[in-house]
Each structure stands twice: as structure tokens, then as C-alpha cells.
């Protein structure tokens, strides 16, 4: 889970994942995809708040910097896609 914390910035990298409030990452050496396994792992091993993958990419889209849309719906639903595309990596 490391790699994701490394992208957060300064103040949220130490936060429990149950304290989310608002995410922002640093994507300038990193990549997209990692972020989203990652998240999908806490997610598959019960770490995070959120009971659906939905939820999940509503609070992202919410309150993150993940993705870039500007529309709500569009950047929700590029979030879920990507978080269930890394599914199949962690399982």
C-alpha cells in the first residue's frame, strides 16, 4: 500500500483510510493504474469505509484529484471503470 500513500500529498499520507476526507495525489512520477489497485486492494481487503465499488468511485470523484472530467457522472463512472479493471489483478 505504499505506493499510493507516496503520491498523496504531505498531510494525508499518514491518515487512516477510515479519516478520508479529501485526497489529493501527485501523479508526476507515478502512474494512474497503481493508485487504482491499490485502492482496489484496500477496498477487497475490507480497509476502507465503503461498501460498494460505486460508493467508492463517488467519494473519489467527490473528493479527489484522480480524475480529471469535469462532469460528475462522466468522472464517477471513469473512476469505477477503472478500479474494477484493476480487480482482476489483485484477486
Given at each position: 500500500?505504499?505506493?499510493?500513500?507516496?503520491?498523496?500529498?504531505?498531510?494525508?499520507?499518514?491518515?487512516?483510510?477510515?479519516?478520508?476526507?479529501?485526497l489529493t495525489f501527485d501523479f508526476k512520477n507515478h502512474?494512474?493504474?497503481?493508485?487504482?489497485?491499490?485502492?482496489?486492494?484496500?477496498?477487497?481487503?475490507?480497509?476502507?469505509?465503503?461498501?460498494?465499488?460505486k460508493e467508492m468511485a463517488?467519494?473519489?470523484?467527490n473528493y479527489s484529484n484522480i480524475a480529471e472530467n469535469e462532469d460528475f457522472d462522466i468522472r464517477t463512472e471513469t473512476i469505477r471503470h477503472n478500479l474494477n479493471r484493476q480487480m482482476k489483478y489483485i484477486t
Amino acid at each position: 500500500m505504499e505506493s499510493w500513500r507516496d503520491m498523496m500529498c504531505e498531510e494525508l499520507q499518514w491518515l487512516p483510510v477510515e479519516e478520508w476526507e479529501h485526497l489529493t495525489f501527485d501523479f508526476k512520477n507515478h502512474k494512474k493504474h497503481d493508485v487504482y489497485r491499490e485502492l482496489m486492494r484496500a477496498f477487497n481487503k475490507k480497509w476502507t469505509r465503503f461498501r460498494s465499488v460505486k460508493e467508492m468511485a463517488r467519494f473519489l470523484a467527490n473528493y479527489s484529484n484522480i480524475a480529471e472530467n469535469e462532469d460528475f457522472d462522466i468522472r464517477t463512472e471513469t473512476i469505477r471503470h477503472n478500479l474494477n479493471r484493476q480487480m482482476k489483478y489483485i484477486t
